[in-house]
């Protein structure tokens, strides 16, 4: 067991609105789907969650398909949702979902060809 605090629904459904719109909370887990292009996107996907993951030593459940991955995470230390899952979906979120052609830098960002594409931005 552990100490850390566990967020009521309430807390949670507030929480993933203003901060991790694309989340939600089903089952006792936040979750969230990417939508890739083709089983390579999904890999680069599933890869980037697992490298994160385990650099913060926080593990998700993931799910994949063709063209897609699910994430699931729930502290099950602590029987719950704590600030380490929200802390590893908006690091996860913002690393999965890093698009450089919308930002102003060199950098181009997966071209449209879908040749190329590897994962569909919301």
């Known amino acids: ?11 949670i459904e507030g929480y993933l609105k203003n901060n991790l719109p694309n989340w939600y909370f089903e089952n006792g887990w936040i979750r969230r789907k990417y939508k890739t292009s083709g089983w390579k996107g999904t890999l680069m996907v599933i890869n980037t969650i697992g ?3 385990e650099a913060a030593w926080h593990h998700p459940d993931i799910s994949a398909s063709y063209a897609f991955v699910i994430v699931k995470l729930q502290n ?7 600030q380490k899952d929200f802390s590893l979906a908006e690091k996860i979120e913002s690393v999965v979902q890093w698009n450089p052609s919308t930002e102003d830098n060199t950098l181009e960002g997966t071209p449209e060809d879908p ?3 590897y994962i569909k931005y919301d």
């Open 1 to 11: 067991m552990t100490d850390e605090k566990t967020y009521t629904v309430e807390e």
């Open 51 to 53: 490298h994160l993951a």
């Open 76 to 82: 099950h230390a602590a029987k719950g949702i704590t």
């Open 115 to 117: 040749r190329f594409k």
